[in-house]
Each structure stands twice: as C-alpha cells, then as structure tokens.
C-alpha cells in the first residue's frame, strides 16, 4: 500500500521560512514525478513545486510564479522522501500543503489530476 506522509508544517510569522517533508512508503518514486500542492481556506488547491525525473539522476523542478524564487524543492531517493523548502513566508501563503506522486513519469505536472498519490496534507499558518 503506497502512502505518502507530510510533515512539518505549522504556524510562523511573516518572513520566516518552514521545511516541509513527505516520507513515501509501498513504492519508490525515484523515476517519476513527485510534487507539491497547496490549499489556501476557501479556494482551490493549486500547484506549488514539481520534480520530474529526465533521466539517471536528473530532475527537472517547476515552481508556481507564486513562490518562484522563495521555495526550492527536493528530493532523497536514499530515504524515498521529498521536501519543499519555503522561504520568506507570506500571509496569502497560508494554506494546507500536499504532497503528490504521479504512478508513471506523464501528464502535466502542474495538473493534480496527474497525480495518483496523496498525502494527507499539513497546514502551514503565515501570520502578519
């Protein structure tokens, strides 16, 4: 049974940054996509980071415009884990965050209906 665990996040204030985590289990995702998305209260959930394997040991990463340049994405194949480093926290970047895997290396990765896997998200609060 694959399951995907998130972990780390929390309340901060604005500015400060978090480490989120997910810890995958019953599968490797080694050569696939894995990716964060987030729900703010009230709206849709929306892509924040991707990680896509090219090949070997090379992965491509994606970020929404909307944490460009904030948030760095990574992954440890040694421990089948992901992280979503987050910087600079905003209010509006309060929301519930999910961890994703795709079951084969297709679709697009910023589509949550490409996923086939979920965590079963982490709320992480930026206060003013």
């Known amino acids: 049974q694959v399951q995907l665990v998130e972990s780390g996040g929390g309340l901060v204030q604005a500015g400060g940054s978090l480490r989120l985590s997910c810890a995958a289990s019953g599968r490797t995702f080694s050569s696939s996509t894995m990716g964060w998305f987030r729900q703010p209260p009230g709206k849709e959930r929306e892509f924040v980071a991707a990680s896509r394997w090219s090949g070997g040991s090379e992965y491509r990463v994606r970020y929404a415009d909307s944490v460009k340049g904030r948030c760095t994405i990574s992954r440890d194949n040694a421990k089948n884990t992901m992280h979503l480093e987050m910087n600079t926290l905003k209010p509006e970047d309060t929301a519930v965050y999910y961890c994703?895997?795709?079951?084969?290396?297709?679709?697009?990765?910023?589509?949550?209906?490409?996923?086939?896997?979920w965590g079963q998200g982490t709320q992480v609060t930026v206060s003013s």
């Open positions: 994703a895997a795709m079951a084969f290396n297709s679709g697009p990765y910023y589509s949550s209906n490409d996923y086939n896997y």
